[in-house]
């Protein structure tokens, strides 16, 4: 182990295991000089920019710049779990039926909350408790019953997908996923009572954005 100096960023080298720090943010990179694919034993671990002694602007500016590579590494290999299991592509047919039901769902809320209703239906294709292509998903029914109500009461044949759902579906399609995994979601102000006490009683509540709660 090793410091720079009392202001510099904190780097370890360890021998059979690194332990991280407990941040949100580590970020482990690979040591000057070492070979690739490297070894546990050139892995160099590098505090947040919230971390004591990081205050070099170039330190940070090294940190961001870990930071975004991270995030697009995860937008990546999101997008590429979406195409495992819709297939080499998702279709043209699947992308216009996810279009319509984000219009349908959550045609008022902004770009982030169709997202989020994207990112539930592309959730729910990767899960082995629903079907494994987005209109099996989107269409899904134990008898009358529709899983995505638009489907039940027609709103979904009758909407006009806008363009920023359309943008906002082609993200999700390309791993942008703040969802959490969540694979529900409801707006209680309008949802039948038995099927809130049921989202209530059954499942685990996530996080709320705008009128939708997000369950899983």
Request: some cysteine; aromatic content about 8%.
């Amino acid at each position: 182990m090793y410091k720079m100096n009392k202001y510099a960023v904190t780097a370890v080298i360890s021998v059979g295991m690194v332990l991280l720090p407990a941040v949100s943010d580590a970020a482990v990179v690979k040591a000057p000089g070492a070979k690739t694919p490297y070894t546990v034993e050139e892995r160099v671990v590098i505090l947040n920019d919230m971390a004591p002694g990081v205050s070099y602007q170039v330190n940070k500016n090294r940190i961001n710049s870990l930071k975004s590579i991270r995030k697009e590494r995860v937008k990546t290999e999101q997008a590429a779990a979406i195409k495992r299991s819709c297939g080499v592509s998702v279709s043209e047919e699947d992308r216009k039926i996810l279009e319509r039901i984000v219009e349908a769902e959550a045609g008022g809320e902004d770009h982030k909350g169709k997202v989020l209703v994207a990112n539930v239906v592309l959730n729910r294709v990767k899960s082995k408790k629903f079907p494994s292509t987005i209109k099996e998903v989107v269409f899904a029914h134990r008898g009358s019953v529709y899983q995505f109500s638009p489907i039940h009461d027609g709103r979904y044949y009758t909407v006009t997908v806008s363009e920023d759902t359309k943008s906002a579906v082609n993200d999700a399609l390309n791993g942008i996923d703040p969802s959490q995994g969540a694979l529900y979601f409801m707006e209680r102000a309008i949802a039948d009572a038995d099927n809130v006490s049921w989202f209530d009683r059954a499942l685990t509540r996530l996080f709320r954005y705008h009128c939708h709660e997000f369950y899983v």
